[in-house]
């Protein structure tokens, strides 16, 4: 499957193409952080179902979360979300921990 998408940002177009392999989908960006083999969120917006950016598709973009399902690389970001979700923790405990020494410096404890 191929899609176009057009950032919002910079208006810069790439190509997003997506292969079913027997080990799960294997889907490439042809943006910089794409070809440079790194995190590219225009792939992770169409794994996600946001057809926001797309501006050609030769296939449905639902059809790439039907062969996302059940692969290693679902596995991959449900690992990324539950870090996610750790570090978002761990900020507020943080901020929580800062206002605590805050009102300590004022001898407010
Ligand atoms: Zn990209």
């Given at each position: 499957m191929n899609f176009?998408?057009?950032s919002k940002s910079s208006g810069n177009e790439y190509n997003v193409q997506v292969y079913a392999t027997e080990d799960g989908p294997v889907i490439t960006?042809?943006?910089p952080a794409g070809e440079n083999g790194q995190y590219c969120k225009h792939r992770f917006a169409l794994i996600s179902g946001d057809e926001s950016e797309v501006v050609e598709a030769?296939?449905?973009v639902s059809e790439i979360a039907k062969l996302v399902a059940g692969s290693r690389l679902e596995a991959t970001i449900d690992a990324m979300h539950k870090q996610e979700a750790v570090v978002k923790k761990a900020q507020a405990d943080l901020k929580a921990i800062k206002k605590t020494v805050a009102s300590a410096m004022l001898g407010r404890l």
């Amino acid at each position: 499957m191929n899609f176009v998408v057009k950032s919002k940002s910079s208006g810069n177009e790439y190509n997003v193409q997506v292969y079913a392999t027997e080990d799960g989908p294997v889907i490439t960006c042809d943006c910089p952080a794409g070809e440079n083999g790194q995190y590219c969120k225009h792939r992770f917006a169409l794994i996600s179902g946001d057809e926001s950016e797309v501006v050609e598709a030769d296939a449905p973009v639902s059809e790439i979360a039907k062969l996302v399902a059940g692969s290693r690389l679902e596995a991959t970001i449900d690992a990324m979300h539950k870090q996610e979700a750790v570090v978002k923790k761990a900020q507020a405990d943080l901020k929580a921990i800062k206002k605590t020494v805050a009102s300590a410096m004022l001898g407010r404890l």
